[in-house]
């Protein structure tokens, strides 16, 4: 179903992105603060357009997008590429679209490796009929999140969104004779996990819907939303070219698919998901003194964490922002209740590491297993 915008909320959003002072606020500030919307600067866009586009991205994404084949208003994936070497991870949408006009596909991508993974994509292409386009500059990546978005909500946008001529069918005045104006930009369940809320692609020269003028924030809130929840973005946190997709727990976070066919990479991540344990895993971190009080901005990535009863190393820190962080730790040392997990050379620095609720219980039953059988 053709999703478009209502000409009066075009008119009254087709204006500069208004500017807010940046709120930071902490965990239980946006547990509380109902739904708020981050513009997520450290994302850019680009676009895929062409028959092959499907087909060009099947063989080298992770996950299984022939869905994008099907009339695509209500689809959105998340489409990490670790086996692409200059990127980790890719949000793919797709805004209806004309079926007399070619297809296009708007994929969300790490901002910092955006020149790497055009030139990789261009590499690949070859006679492939796709056009692969920066459009950075003509639209914007918006998250909405917080307490309010439901995790019984339908795949697109939440009910409300009607209220603003927005879900409820086409409307022709809206549409503009320009080529993009046959697109309905809407709000998508994010798809790796509900409690992460909504995500959506925008033209830079609008607000998108349900932000109220108090409700927009820093993107750093929602970067904290995403540390608690234990989720890691972009290749800063996933590091290209090193990170293993499913120690990043990529695979419970809707990344990969088992039973597309091969991509590029595809051998080493099924063989570890089918006959490997997986012994280190991407964890939520909290930082603390001796006292058990919170310490903030004494931790930062690429901290060693370390058990100080046995000297072992468990891990490292990956992303730390205030008092919280993200580590790649061992499951042994992380999740077995020890009080003993410190910052290397920051003994009064203690690291209390936490299962999110959204893991699959399998994970730990296997490392179990495969502890008590060695």
């Not at 005045?173 to 993009?180: G, L, N, R």
């Not at 012994?279 to 004494?298: A, M, S, Y």
């Amino acid at each position: 179903m053709n999703r478009v915008l209502s000409s009066s909320f075009y008119k009254h959003c087709n204006r500069a992105i208004h500017q807010t002072i940046p709120k930071h606020r902490n965990e239980t500030q946006l547990q509380t603060a109902g739904p708020v919307a981050s513009l997520i600067k450290s994302r850019s866009v680009i676009r895929f357009r062409g028959p092959d586009t499907v087909k060009f991205l099947q063989g080298l994404l992770t996950n299984d997008i022939r869905k994008f084949g099907e009339p695509i208003g209500d689809k959105t994936a998340n489409f990490p590429t670790p086996n692409v070497p200059t990127t980790s991870d890719t949000t793919g949408t797709g805004p209806a679209s004309d079926p007399n006009q070619p297809f296009e596909l708007f994929a969300d991508v790490d901002a910092s490796v955006l020149d790497e993974l055009l030139a990789t994509f261009t590499k690949y292409r070859l006679r492939s009929k796709v056009e692969i386009d920066n459009v950075a500059s003509e639209f914007s990546c918006w998250q909405r999140y917080g307490s309010g978005p439901s995790a019984n909500s339908s795949d697109v946008e939440e009910p409300e969104a009607a209220s603003v001529g927005w879900g409820a069918g086409e409307d022709g005045a809206a549409m503009s004779s320009s080529s993009e104006g046959n697109l309905g930009w809407q709000w998508f369940k994010d798809p790796r996990l509900a409690c992460l809320g909504f995500r959506g692609i925008f033209p830079s020269n609008i607000i998108p819907p349900l932000i109220e003028a108090d409700k927009e924030t820093d993107e750093q809130n929602y970067l904290m939303w995403r540390i608690e929840k234990g989720v890691a973005e972009g290749s800063i946190e996933i590091p290209k070219g090193e990170a293993m997709p499913l120690e990043y727990n990529l695979v419970g976070l809707n990344a990969i698919s088992f039973d597309k066919g091969c991509y590029v990479g595809q051998e080493l991540i099924a063989r570890t998901h089918h006959r490997g344990v997986i012994r280190k895993r991407l964890v939520p971190l909290r930082f603390q003194d001796n006292d058990g009080k919170e310490v903030i901005d004494k931790v930062i990535p690429g901290s060693e964490v370390v058990n100080r009863e046995s000297g072992k190393k468990a891990g490292l820190v990956t992303t730390a922002l205030g008092c919280r962080g993200l580590g790649l730790l061992r499951l042994e040392e992380a999740l077995k209740g020890s009080t003993a997990l410190s910052i290397q050379g920051q003994e009064d620095v203690k690291v209390v590491a936490s299962k999110p609720d959204w893991w699959p219980s399998d994970w730990l039953q296997d490392l179990q297993q495969h502890t008590a059988f060695a």
